[in-house]
């Protein structure tokens, strides 16, 4: 089963949008799969964005991530990766449609509230990285006759 990394950025804890955008998620019937709050090491912060290290924004990103906790989740459902992608909206949030989480509640590029795995093959490494397969937990929704055919 498809599984993605997405990540509660400090602006998203700070501004009490955890429910909010977790809500997102369950209402549009993906599978909560891995839950945490965490206050994100500078050594995880560089490896996460490691793609992003000789961008001008990168130190001030480290800095921001590090800043204040994170809520790290793994969720799961057939086309999660690209379909939180949509849910999630453009990178700035000035340019991301309105019902998006970005066009929703965000203005600015550096408080864009949520990260979301970018492909298949980069949700597997970001899962890896966060997550030990301990703390994922594989359940059966009750609901999902009625969110699948
Ligand atoms: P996304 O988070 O949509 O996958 P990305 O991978 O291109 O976007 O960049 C990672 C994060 O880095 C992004 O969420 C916010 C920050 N960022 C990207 N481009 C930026 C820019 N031009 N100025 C400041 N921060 C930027
Ligand atoms: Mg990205």
């Known amino acids: 089963m498809e599984r993605t990394f997405l990540m509660i950025k400090p602006d998203g804890v700070q501004r009490n949008l955890v429910g909010e955008i977790i809500g997102r998620f369950e209402a549009k019937g ?3 799969v891995g839950l945490k709050l965490v206050q994100v090491s500078r050594e995880l912060a560089e490896k996460h964005y490691a793609v992003h290290k000789e961008r ?67 949700a597997q490494t970001e899962v890896r990285l966060w997550f030990t397969d301990e703390e994922l937990v594989s359940w059966e929704p009750v609901a999902k006759p009625w969110v699948i055919e």
């Open 56 to 122: 001008p924004f990168f130190p001030s990103l480290v800095e921001f991530i590090t800043s204040s906790p994170v809520v790290a989740m793994v969720w799961e459902g057939d086309g999660v990766v690209a379909s939180a992608r949509k849910i999630i909206g453009a990178t700035n949030p000035l340019s991301a449609e309105p019902g998006t989480i970005r066009g929703d509640f965000g203005i600015n590029v550096g408080r864009n509230l949520i990260h979301g795995s970018d492909a298949l093959e980069t």
């Open 30 to 32: 993906f599978t909560l």
